[in-house]
């Protein structure tokens, strides 16, 4: 019986010194019948050069040369040749536990789930990451539950790089364009396309951090792309899902409040008042419309962000509750 194929989509742009490392992860994973799509998104270093030499020593890879247009594009050009029953997305700094896709299709098989998610650990780049043990142990859920943890950070997280998915399911459901918090608009919306979300407890994925990395830079206008998807997701769940609205508009005044916090900790002040110029207003929206209650601790910090929300963000930060 012929294994069924794993798409492997990885958008690929200034990371020439880590490049080889992620690739090497990846044509050695215990599972072989992978299809390898590196998208190459105009980078002006080596990186493009060194994605075609994988292409010429192994056959399984595939390259897209395209011009610069951020990673929610790369992925999504890499979807459109995909021919993988299953996808699955890694980012080209990272490296993958040689078991990785084996163990994450095994469970998807097993229990018919349409999404597995592992588990992640992080690791700083001048280290050598170490290959953790994995356990078997597995937790399923139903879509509304699974969004129910995943909003609440119980258990699975908006990232795309840590899953395995089936490809049917997926639709016409595309990244959006343009945002760097890409993962938060999607995850929400996929997991609502499933009857079946797993959960495997087990860390197969790991993460570089580093300084010069996206989401390693300190803070920006487009750090506000997030709070956008959670508003998104708000409005998303409404008719759809009713009762996770609460914890949807805690996460989202949440975020909130730490966004702030990080513009009003930046050495840009321009930016900083630019920032809470756009996150003060929509704040008080959503706070005033709520028809939910929160623990007291969370209403009064949430009561005095809707009268000041600059002077509550500078209070926080003073006493460094969020950072």
Not at 10 to 16: D, G, R
Not at 91 to 106: A, Q
Not at 133 to 145: F, G, V
């Amino acid at each position: 019986m012929s294994q069924p194929l794993i798409s492997v989509i990885m958008p690929v742009y200034k990371v020439e010194k880590y490049l080889d490392t992620c690739v090497q992860s990846l044509v050695s994973q215990s599972y072989k019948n992978l299809e390898i799509i590196l998208v190459d998104d105009g980078s002006p270093d080596r990186s493009g050069e060194l994605c075609d030499r994988w292409a010429e020593k192994d056959p399984r890879v595939r390259v897209i040369h395209k011009a610069n247009s951020g990673p929610s594009d790369a992925r999504n050009a890499g979807l459109e040749i995909a021919t993988g029953e299953f996808i699955a997305y890694a980012d080209s700094d990272d490296i993958l536990h040689p078991e990785m896709y084996e163990r994450l299709l095994s469970v998807m098989e097993q229990q018919q789930a349409d999404i597995v998610e592992c588990d992640y650990r992080e690791f700083f780049d001048g280290t050598e990451p170490e290959l953790p043990d994995c356990s078997d142990a597995i937790t399923a859920y139903d879509p509304e539950s699974a969004l129910n943890v995943l909003i609440s950070g119980k258990e699975f997280r908006y990232l795309v790089w840590n899953k395995l998915y089936r490809r049917r399911i997926m639709g016409d459901l595309r990244f959006l364009s343009g945002k760097i918090h890409e993962d938060v608009f999607y995850v929400y919306q996929v997991f609502d396309l499933c009857k079946k979300i797993v959960k495997l407890h087990c860390p197969l994925y790991l993460y570089r951090q580093w300084p010069e990395s996206i989401m390693g830079t300190a803070f920006s206008m487009k750090r506000l792309d997030s709070l956008e998807a959670r508003l998104a997701q708000i409005d998303f769940l409404r008719p759809r899902y009713p009762k996770l609205l609460p914890a949807a508009i805690l996460q989202y005044l949440g975020s909130c409040l730490y966004y702030g916090q990080m513009a009003l900790r930046s050495s840009d002040k321009a930016m900083a008042k630019q920032a809470i110029s756009l996150i003060r207003p929509q704040f008080r929206s959503v706070h005033k419309g709520r028809s939910c209650a929160f623990a007291l601790k969370q209403e009064l910090w949430f009561t005095l962000a809707g009268l000041s929300f600059s002077l509550c963000c500078k209070i926080r930060n003073f006493l460094r509750i969020g950072i």
